[in-house]
């Protein structure tokens, strides 16, 4: 019986050692999972033309094209039989109250109360080039000729989709965190303001921004990685004021990256992290090298020529997407976000702010050039190239995340939970304590913008004679201002030293230009707390914020609490009121301090509310949910002219080729870009979401087929798409192909889809493609 006892032993302990050799040798991280976890992502691209871009607030950056799709991606933790969690991270330039309000009235009717708006966050990464006209107060819709339906649709509609998607890859799993820093992917705008913080605060800091990405990745028990979020610190405005087409700007191109870099990863062998690199990730399609000689390619080329347009279905764009063809059927997609947090004062345009018409830094305490702001711009490591700025600066932060992913090894454990309230920041009461001890009551004010707003910054500078650290104002403007509202002296007094340009919190007609009632949100994953706040913060800022709330855990005497507390803002979530500086960065007024909109005390009433929300749940305190906002949909109101039909010269066909490949083209890789042009119609006619205006397509010469390689996801494919007059019923396609290094040598075609509206409403799609051209 001994005998036979040792021999089970030693069979179990070969049996376990043969396992743990397994787990090691997979490169894939397991644990004892606690938590259900599901991703999701849904395409949100919106309106590609006619429909001017939220956030540099220029009415002549209207969208005309598509540098690379935007995304909705969601990520849900679960308790088993408990709790859970929704973060939404939005390709977009901040969320919206309205989306969020439908996106819930939607997720009820689906669950019921699943997932409402206290346990779903949804947070913008911040890119201002991506449509706007979805928000619900006015004075974020004046430049978009009011509300576009089409842009409020694509949001909800894809917030909804990937929460589904979600929602049904719920599966036993695992969720690491990983901090680390990236140094040189931001730099302070405003550094003028920051220097007016307290000495002895800003030496606890060794930089002026935050250079800590926090990154979780999200392991399933049976598929292993499926993906992974992370928090960074800097502007979406490597893409300047004057770019037209739609892109998710830095962050956006780091998702892209990171997404394609686990597919080729995943396609090309069975996935172990041992193997992970920083290389730049290339099309998975473009593995296998052809060997015919050039001659060979150059003639069987030379029996392509372009097709011209003809009818086609809505789902081509999408059957021939890249991207669905890459996926495996059989698992969930890998999906990564890059969020943002306070990014305030962070502009990605590390090289600094220069003179246009000098070279020359422009002034440190204004940003002017001449006394006058418009002259003085960022530049980005790519200058004077955006694409290439945006390039680099979303490959900065990709690196960072996979050098974060492959090492994460702190597991999250414990409590899902969270807290949400509205609070009326219009008329706030906050209670500050002074270094004596003493207590003082002060309120926050009804929103107001500042002389200095209209100013802009050096990533996109504004117009006229406004200057940013302006406290004074000047009479013209004032006269210009009192047309609209002429601020009383309590709301001049509650504001002060900013002087007011634009009183929105009191200006309501036709409805209301600004928000009063806000939403604060904590969402809790294990030792994990994401503060979800309605605008940017300030770096100094958004260190206070988190000092505070991580104090206000720690002191709570709770044991779960004891370890290491790890706190993120997510920025610009659940809605948007502009701007969060400190105190003392108010009194400078620059541009952020001009853009708090409710007054000096704003930030001191954040804190006070989040540590009131922390309190209540570390100790399983129920919250009053405060005032409802209100929902102002039904007063919106739009002055885009609608698409009221689409036309091509007698005898030609939408899709046709006007300007096509010259004949026994040959280009080569890394170096040649190829362009082409097509008779088009609106793309507003149709989004062709989770599809594709344009593409690159490689023959496959065994059977003379067809394979799409690229598409107007893809940052070496742009498509662009103009009128020749501005009420012209006529249009063009522009596909640009700059051919990277990655491309495999081959005959390969230029693809376009659109739809076309008859005069009387109806749609018909269509495609057309070029004459073949040889790549080596």
């Given at each position: 019986?001994?005998?036979?006892?040792?021999?089970?032993?030693?069979?179990l302990?070969?049996?376990?050692?043969?396992?743990?050799?397994?787990?090691?040798?997979?490169?894939?991280?397991?644990?004892?999972?606690?938590?259900?976890?599901?991703?999701?992502?849904y395409?949100?691209?919106?309106?590609?033309?006619?429909?001017?871009?939220?956030?540099?607030?220029?009415?002549?950056?209207v969208?005309?094209?598509?540098?690379?799709?935007?995304?909705a991606?969601?990520?849900?933790v679960?308790?088993?039989?408990g709790?859970?969690?929704?973060?939404?991270?939005?390709?977009?330039?901040?969320?919206?109250?309205?989306?969020?309000?439908?996106?819930?009235?939607?997720?009820?009717?689906?669950y019921?109360?699943?997932?409402t708006?206290?346990?779903v966050?949804?947070?913008?990464?911040?890119?201002?080039?991506?449509?706007?006209?979805?928000?619900?107060?006015?004075v974020?819709?004046?430049?978009?000729?009011?509300?576009?339906?089409?842009?409020f649709?694509?949001?909800?509609?894809?917030?909804?989709?990937?929460?589904?998607?979600?929602?049904?890859?719920?599966?036993?799993?695992?969720?690491f965190?990983?901090?680390?820093?990236l140094?040189?992917?931001?730099?302070?705008?405003?550094?003028?303001?920051?220097?007016?913080?307290?000495?002895?605060?800003?030496?606890?800091?060794?930089?002026?921004?935050?250079?800590?990405?926090?990154?979780?990745?999200?392991?399933?028990?049976?598929?292993?990685?499926?993906?992974?979020?992370?928090?960074?610190?800097?502007?979406?405005?490597?893409?300047?004021?004057?770019?037209?087409?739609i892109?998710?700007?830095?962050?956006?191109?780091a998702?892209?990256?990171?997404?394609?870099?686990?597919?080729?990863?995943?396609?090309?062998?069975?996935?172990?992290?041992?193997?992970?690199?920083?290389?730049?990730?290339?099309?998975?399609?473009s593995?296998?090298?052809?060997?015919?000689?050039?001659?060979e390619?150059?003639?069987?080329?030379?029996?392509?020529?372009?097709?011209?347009?003809?009818?086609?279905?809505?789902i081509?764009?999408?059957?021939?997407?890249?991207?669905?063809?890459?996926?495996?059927?059989?698992m969930?997609?890998?999906?990564?976000?890059?969020?943002?947090?306070?990014?305030?004062?962070?502009?990605?345009?590390?090289?600094?702010?220069?003179?246009?018409?000098?070279?020359?830094?422009?002034?440190?305490?204004?940003?002017?050039?001449?006394?006058?702001?418009?002259?003085?711009?960022?530049r980005?490591?790519?200058?004077?190239?955006?694409?290439?700025?945006?390039?680099?600066?979303?490959e900065?932060?990709?690196?960072?995340?996979?050098?974060?992913?492959?090492?994460?090894?702190?597991?999250?454990?414990?409590?899902?939970?969270?807290?949400?309230?509205?609070?009326?920041f219009?008329?706030?009461?906050?209670?500050?304590?002074?270094?004596?001890?003493?207590?003082?009551?002060?309120?926050?004010?009804?929103a107001?913008?500042?002389?200095?707003?209209?100013?802009?910054?050096?990533?996109?500078?504004?117009?006229?004679?406004?200057?940013?650290?302006d406290?004074?104002?000047?009479?013209?403007?004032?006269?210009?201002?009192?047309?609209?509202?002429k601020?009383?002296?309590?709301?001049?007094?509650?504001?002060?030293?900013?002087?007011?340009?634009?009183?929105?919190?009191?200006?309501?007609?036709?409805?209301?230009?600004a928000?009063?009632?806000?939403?604060?949100?904590?969402?809790?994953?294990?030792?994990?707390f994401?503060?979800?706040?309605?605008?940017?913060?300030?770096?100094?800022?958004g260190?206070r914020?988190?000092?505070?709330?991580?104090?206000?855990?720690?002191?709570?005497?709770n044991?779960?609490?004891?370890?290491?507390?790890?706190?993120v803002?997510?920025?610009?979530?659940n809605?948007?009121?502009?701007?969060?500086?400190?105190?003392?960065?108010?009194?400078?007024?620059?541009?952020?301090?001009a853009?708090?909109?409710?007054?000096?005390?704003?930030?001191?009433g954040?804190?006070?509310?989040?540590?009131?929300?922390?309190?209540?749940?570390v100790?399983?305190?129920?919250?009053?949910?405060?005032?409802?906002?209100?929902?102002?949909?039904?007063?919106?109101?739009?002055?885009?002219?609608?698409?009221?039909?689409d036309?091509?010269?007698?005898?030609?066909?939408?899709?046709?080729?006007?300007?096509?490949?010259?004949?026994?083209?040959?280009l080569?890789?890394?170096?040649?870009?190829?362009?082409?042009?097509?008779?088009?119609?609106?793309?507003?006619?149709?989004?062709?979401?989770?599809?594709?205006?344009?593409?690159?397509?490689?023959?496959?010469?065994?059977?003379?087929?067809w394979?799409?390689?690229?598409?107007?996801?893809?940052?070496?494919?742009?498509?662009?798409?103009?009128?020749?007059?501005?009420?012209?019923?006529?249009s063009?396609?522009?596909?640009?192909?700059?051919?990277?290094?990655?491309?495999?040598?081959?005959?390969?075609?230029?693809?376009?889809?659109?739809?076309?509206?008859?005069?009387?409403?109806?749609?018909h799609?269509?495609?057309?493609?070029?004459s073949?051209?040889?790549?080596t």
């Amino acid at each position: 019986m001994r005998n036979f006892t040792m021999m089970m032993e030693l069979s179990l302990i070969r049996l376990w050692s043969t396992c743990l050799l397994f787990l090691l040798t997979s490169g894939v991280v397991y644990s004892n999972s606690e938590y259900l976890i599901g991703l999701g992502s849904y395409d949100i691209t919106g309106p590609a033309a006619d429909v001017n871009m939220m956030g540099y607030a220029n009415m002549e950056q209207v969208a005309s094209g598509i540098h690379f799709r935007l995304r909705a991606r969601t990520f849900i933790v679960s308790e088993p039989q408990g709790n859970r969690v929704v973060f939404v991270n939005l390709d977009a330039c901040m969320a919206s109250q309205i989306v969020k309000l439908k996106v819930i009235e939607r997720l009820k009717a689906r669950y019921g109360d699943l997932y409402t708006e206290k346990n779903v966050g949804i947070s913008g990464i911040h890119t201002h080039a991506g449509p706007g006209g979805y928000l619900q107060y006015v004075v974020y819709i004046v430049t978009s000729l009011g509300f576009v339906r089409q842009s409020f649709d694509a949001l909800v509609d894809g917030i909804e989709n990937s929460i589904i998607q979600a929602h049904e890859n719920l599966r036993p799993g695992s969720v690491f965190i990983n901090n680390g820093e990236l140094l040189d992917a931001g730099v302070n705008r405003s550094p003028s303001a920051y220097l007016n913080n307290p000495s002895e605060e800003r030496s606890k800091h060794k930089y002026d921004v935050d250079k800590e990405m926090t990154l979780l990745k999200f392991v399933d028990d049976q598929w292993g990685s499926v993906g992974s979020f992370n928090w960074f610190a800097t502007h979406g405005t490597s893409m300047s004021r004057t770019n037209s087409l739609i892109s998710g700007d830095n962050k956006g191109t780091a998702a892209r990256l990171m997404e394609d870099w686990f597919e080729q990863n995943t396609a090309e062998r069975s996935y172990s992290e041992e193997f992970i690199s920083d290389e730049i990730p290339r099309r998975v399609s473009s593995i296998i090298e052809n060997q015919d000689s050039h001659d060979e390619l150059l003639e069987l080329a030379s029996f392509f020529e372009s097709q011209p347009g003809r009818p086609a279905t809505r789902i081509s764009s999408s059957a021939r997407r890249v991207r669905s063809a890459l996926r495996k059927a059989d698992m969930p997609g890998f999906v990564s976000a890059f969020c943002q947090t306070n990014c305030g004062d962070v502009s990605p345009n590390v090289l600094g702010a220069f003179c246009l018409d000098t070279g020359l830094p422009c002034d440190f305490n204004h940003s002017t050039c001449g006394g006058r702001n418009e002259m003085c711009y960022g530049r980005g490591p790519g200058y004077p190239d955006e694409f290439e700025s945006t390039r680099i600066i979303g490959e900065r932060q990709f690196k960072t995340a996979l050098d974060l992913f492959s090492k994460a090894s702190e597991q999250l454990q414990g409590k899902v939970d969270y807290r949400h309230i509205y609070v009326d920041f219009s008329q706030l009461n906050v209670t500050l304590l002074k270094k004596d001890g003493i207590s003082e009551v002060v309120k926050t004010c009804p929103a107001a913008m500042g002389f200095a707003f209209a100013a802009g910054t050096t990533d996109g500078p504004g117009a006229f004679d406004f200057t940013q650290g302006d406290d004074k104002g000047n009479p013209f403007w004032r006269l210009v201002r009192n047309v609209l509202k002429k601020p009383d002296k309590k709301q001049s007094d509650c504001h002060y030293p900013k002087p007011v340009l634009l009183d929105t919190g009191e200006m309501k007609k036709p409805y209301d230009w600004a928000p009063s009632i806000l939403s604060l949100q904590i969402l809790r994953i294990g030792q994990l707390f994401i503060l979800s706040v309605p605008g940017e913060f300030t770096t100094m800022a958004g260190r206070r914020l988190r000092d505070a709330v991580k104090t206000q855990l720690k002191s709570s005497g709770n044991k779960e609490l004891s370890g290491e507390i790890h706190v993120v803002i997510a920025g610009l979530a659940n809605g948007y009121s502009q701007y969060v500086t400190t105190f003392e960065e108010y009194q400078v007024q620059r541009y952020e301090g001009a853009s708090t909109l409710y007054g000096p005390h704003t930030l001191s009433g954040y804190i006070q509310e989040f540590k009131k929300l922390s309190k209540s749940l570390v100790l399983d305190m129920p919250v009053e949910q405060g005032p409802q906002p209100p929902d102002l949909l039904d007063k919106q109101l739009s002055f885009l002219t609608p698409v009221m039909m689409d036309t091509t010269p007698d005898g030609d066909s939408f899709g046709d080729v006007i300007s096509d490949v010259p004949k026994n083209l040959s280009l080569k890789r890394g170096n040649d870009q190829v362009t082409v042009v097509f008779r088009s119609a609106c793309p507003r006619n149709d989004l062709l979401t989770e599809g594709t205006f344009a593409l690159v397509e490689r023959l496959e010469q065994k059977d003379k087929t067809w394979t799409p390689v690229y598409d107007d996801d893809d940052l070496c494919l742009r498509f662009k798409w103009s009128r020749p007059k501005k009420l012209s019923s006529r249009s063009h396609a522009t596909v640009e192909w700059r051919i990277p290094e990655s491309a495999s040598p081959g005959v390969y075609r230029i693809t376009h889809f659109g739809a076309a509206k008859k005069l009387f409403g109806s749609v018909h799609h269509f495609t057309g493609s070029s004459s073949a051209f040889v790549v080596t």
